[in-house]
């Protein structure tokens, strides 16, 4: 348990329990990725919603803890030495806690450090792509005249989803038989292509049909279903 006068953002989303780890959130492809996570691993934690309707994430109770004024962020009260732990950007979430569990990783070195890559991947290539693709397809349609942008970021999406899709032939997962944070940072993503981006038929989801079945497998996972349903 810690003190939550140390963390000036309890102050507007106090703990009912500071024994929890204490997640800061909103159901977006990033903020997805740790709920998932945590349910995977079965840590106990309180989920609180930062509206970005209100601009929960400028405030400066948020950016006391992510002074980058984005969701998701974390608050470890059993951090390393059993001091809390605050922590922000989802890969470094996600390491933290595969880490903390030993979970979520495989053991061996060699393999730990190619799930890392597949981590890198996302969070390099498919979040900032995925995201402009979004961006100019659903939200800035009415806004631009010139075609460039959709272009270059459709055509920037459909590439990584072919690497995804080489990657997947003739694996369950990312990394094989094992279900990784390299999935878990991933299939959000994947997920809001179509789910909110509406962005399917222009993208041609239909050609990435491992892509498609590894997504379903995701979804499928209870800790997914309970995890995309934060913070509610």
Not at 118 to 132: E, N, S, T
Not at 184 to 202: D, K, M, S
Request: aromatic share 12%; net charge negative.
């Amino acid at each position: 348990m810690f003190d939550q006068a140390e963390f000036p953002i309890m102050r507007r989303w106090p703990a009912q329990d500071p024994s929890k780890l204490q997640l800061y959130t909103l159901g977006t492809p990033n903020g997805i990725k740790v709920s998932v996570a945590l349910e995977e691993l079965e840590l106990p934690y309180e989920a609180h919603k930062v509206s970005f309707a209100t601009d929960d994430q400028f405030t400066p109770e948020f950016l006391s803890l992510n002074p980058n004024n984005k969701i998701p962020a974390i608050i470890d009260p059993d951090g390393p030495g059993g001091r809390p732990l605050p922590l922000w950007e989802t890969g470094a979430i996600l390491f933290y806690l595969a880490e903390k569990t030993g979970r979520l990783m495989p053991e061996d070195p060699a393999r730990r450090y190619e799930t890392m890559q597949w981590l890198m991947w996302q969070m390099g290539g498919v979040g900032p792509m995925f995201g402009q693709f979004g961006h100019f397809h659903k939200f800035a349609a009415d806004k631009i005249s010139d075609p460039y942008p959709k272009e270059r970021y459709a055509n920037e999406t459909r590439r990584l989803l072919g690497v995804l899709e080489g990657r997947l032939d003739g694996r369950n997962w990312i990394m094989s038989d094992d279900y990784t944070i390299a999935d878990i940072a991933t299939f959000p993503w994947v997920w809001t292509l179509e789910r909110f981006y509406e962005g399917g038929e222009v993208l041609g989801l239909a050609d990435f049909p491992k892509v498609g079945a590894w997504l379903e497998r995701a979804l499928a996972r209870p800790a997914s279903q309970r995890g995309l349903a934060v913070p509610g």
